[in-house]
């Protein structure tokens, strides 16, 4: 009987974690438009890629994001999103994110080579642009080039990096933003794994340099240095 009872609290256990694992993307509402039918990148997208798709991957980003910052949907450190709206349209931009809004251009699907994967690409990149939506900037003190770092990160860790990357060990400054950070926080969270999380929850007040002594022991210049040794030909 006791093993019995045991047996049923694993069980319950079990689906209340994969209950709340579900609840971050399930609280939120997905909306995807074209407001480029008319051009070709618009028709690409409805044939290639699709709104349905794009919703779901929405969905699964918001939950792997909130998994790779180690978020539940209780944490008072969970960003509070209610909707998220994805936009094909014509803009100069790729993409950018604001007010919940992840803006697409039409043009750069259109562009984008018939031999390479568009429906990949576009997927890593809403796994950017969502990371946008659901990461803290402290405060908007953050470097930018961090937040850009910070986002390809998430692209970079659920799979979905850019063939046109850099490599790791490339760049000149830590805070150069995009793959060139993105490598270098994936170096910080090989020294103390859920390095990023930890800085991510930091940075919901505010933003220190000294985040990294606190969380790593060492200046982010100095953990630079021993990055860039690591690659003494980039």
């Known amino acids: 009987m006791a093993q019995y009872i045991k047996q049923v609290l694993c069980l319950v256990l079990t689906l209340a974690v994969a209950a709340a694992a579900a609840y971050g993307s399930e609280k939120m509402d997905y909306v995807v438009t074209n407001n480029a039918r008319g051009s070709a990148g618009g028709a690409r997208f409805d044939k290639e890629i699709g709104a349905q798709y794009a919703r779901q991957t929405l969905m699964t980003a918001t ?17 509070s999103v209610q909707r998220v709206s994805m936009i094909i349209e014509n803009i100069d931009e790729v993409a950018f994110a604001s007010n919940n809004n992840i803006h697409v251009s039409s043009g750069f699907i259109e562009r984008y080579p018939q031999s390479q ?3 990949r690409e576009i997927t890593g990149l809403l ?17 930018s080039g961090l937040m850009e ?19 790791p ?6 805070h150069q933003g995009y793959e060139v950070t993105a490598h270098f926080l994936n170096y910080c969270d090989g020294i103390r794994n859920g390095f990023v999380a930890a800085l991510n929850k930091k940075m919901m007040t505010g933003y220190s340099e000294g985040y990294f ?9 100095q953990l630079w240095s021993d990055y860039k040794a690591m690659y003494a030909n980039n």
């Open 169 to 174: 060990g490339v760049g000149n400054d830590w």
């Open 63 to 79: 939950d792997f994001i909130h998994r790779l910052f180690q978020q539940n949907q209780n944490a008072a450190d969970t960003k």
């Open 213 to 221: 002594t606190e969380l790593l022991g060492k200046p982010v210049t």
């Open 127 to 143: 796994y950017h642009q969502m990371a946008h939506l659901l990461q803290w900037d402290g405060n908007g003190q953050a470097p």
């Open 117 to 119: 994967d568009i429906k």
């Open 149 to 167: 770092g910070i986002a390809d990160y998430v692209r970079m860790k659920a799979g979905y990096a850019a063939d046109h990357w850099n490599p």
